[in-house]
T-cell receptor, first 113, second 115 residues
């Protein structure tokens, strides 16, 4: 089973601070997705990256896919309480998993007002 | 447009009892997924359907779990008999196609507690 390791597992910060969440693997993925999940709800897709070195921005969120397509990062600028949630990375298209998405264990982010 | 619908939202049963979960995907989505999510972890795929065909069920514990997707629309996931370790959130998701880069739309999940 392919592992996607996320770090940190838990992050508690104050409103206005910046943060970065990492997603690492030893395998190559053809695509990498980031989801956010709130309590009692299913994950919601934030972004999909498919090209090594690709950078995508979504308002205050910046996503980067590593050059070798084995890792990714999510950077949040000036975090707000509404950013609180479980952030999940998911890799797809790895040669042994085919079209199956492999999820990381998630980073639980709490932004305190 | 309605999202993925799941029922029930919560279920509490005693071990050794059967339980079933129902999912109605987004209209027009031919790919349907069932995931299990344990507390503090990411979702793990149990089974993936392309229309009515199960194309990836390698991680489904077939001794006690079964699933069906009659007519390629709604789906039911069953556990019989349930064990304590089955307590988790069961998520259903759908997508237009089964490609890894495609967006999957998740339902709210069914939280199962086995006592």
């Amino acid at each position: 089973t392919q592992l996607l390791e996320q770090s940190p597992q838990f992050l508690s910060i104050q409103e206005g601070e910046n943060l970065t969440v990492y997603c690492n693997s030893s395998s190559v993925f053809s695509s990498l997705q980031w989801y956010r999940q709130e309590p009692g709800e299913g994950p919601v897709l934030l972004v999909t990256v498919v090209t090594g070195g690709e950078v995508k921005k979504l308002k205050r969120l910046t996503f980067q896919f590593g050059d070798a397509r084995k890792d990714s990062s999510l950077h949040i600028t000036a975090a707000q309480p509404g950013d609180t949630g479980l952030y999940l990375c998911a890799g797809g298209g790895e040669e042994t998993s085919g079209s199956r998405l492999t999820f990381g264990e998630g980073t639980q982010l709490t932004v305190n007002p | 447009e309605a999202g993925v619908v799941q029922s029930p939202r919560y279920k509490i049963i005693e071990k050794k009892q059967p339980v079933a979960f129902w999912c109605n995907p987004i209209s027009g989505h031919n790919t349907l997924y069932w995931y299990r999510q344990n507390l503090g972890q990411g979702p793990e795929l149990l089974i993936r359907y392309e229309n009515e065909e199960a194309v990836d069920d390698s991680q489904l514990p077939k001794d006690r779990f079964s699933a069906e997707r009659l007519k390629g629309v709604d789906s039911t996931l069953k556990i019989q008999p349930a064990e304590l370790g089955d307590s988790a959130v069961y998520l259903c998701a759908s997508s237009l196609f089964g490609l890894a880069g495609n967006e999957q739309y998740f339902g709210p999940g069914t939280r199962l507690t086995v006592t």
